[in-house]
């Protein structure tokens, strides 16, 4: 399944920013966008005090159009390590890896396995 509107990849802080210096009530929200076929996926959105999520780029995802399959979890400082999925404080020595080894993986150094 293909996404409705793949254009707005990687324009939803733009957005999401932009939507919400338009309308002050609006609160500028970081996080993941679960999608049923793209699994956790980076983004950015809007929400109101009365926690209604206001999303202009959810056609981004292959499921975004379906209103009851979107799922959105707000990013609470820690992130799954891009080289093992080991979640990591944003705030870690190897810039959001749990560990050199991952680091040097995914940047295609040879290195041991991840031990952490």
Same mark, same amino acid.
């Given at each position: 399944?293909? /996404?409705?509107?793949?254009?707005?990849?990687? =324009?939803?802080? &733009?957005? &999401?920013?932009?939507?919400? *210096?338009?309308? #002050?009530?609006?609160?500028?929200?970081?996080?993941?966008?679960?999608?049923? @076929?793209?699994?956790?996926? *980076?983004?950015?959105?809007?929400?109101? /005090?009365?926690?209604?999520?206001?999303? #202009? =780029?959810? *056609?981004?995802?292959? =499921?975004?159009?379906? /209103?009851?399959?979107?799922? @959105?979890? /707000?990013?609470?400082?820690?992130?799954?390590?891009?080289?093992?999925?080991?979640?990591?404080?944003?705030?870690?020595? @190897?810039?959001?890896?749990?560990?050199? *080894?991952?680091?040097?993986?995914?940047?295609?150094?040879? &290195?041991?396995?991840?031990?952490?």
């Amino acid at each position: 399944m293909n /996404p409705r509107q793949p254009e707005l990849r990687g =324009t939803c802080k &733009a957005a &999401a920013t932009a939507l919400a *210096e338009e309308d #002050p009530a609006l609160t500028v929200v970081r996080g993941w966008y679960i999608d049923a @076929y793209w699994g956790r996926q *980076e983004h950015w959105w809007c929400i109101r /005090p009365d926690g209604e999520i206001v999303d #202009p =780029t959810v *056609e981004q995802f292959p =499921t975004g159009h379906v /209103p009851g399959l979107r799922q @959105y979890i /707000p990013y609470d400082g820690v992130h799954p390590c891009p080289g093992c999925g080991l979640d990591v404080q944003e705030a870690h020595n @190897y810039s959001g890896f749990c560990c050199g *080894e991952c680091f040097g993986i995914t940047v295609g150094l040879p &290195a041991g396995r991840c031990e952490c």
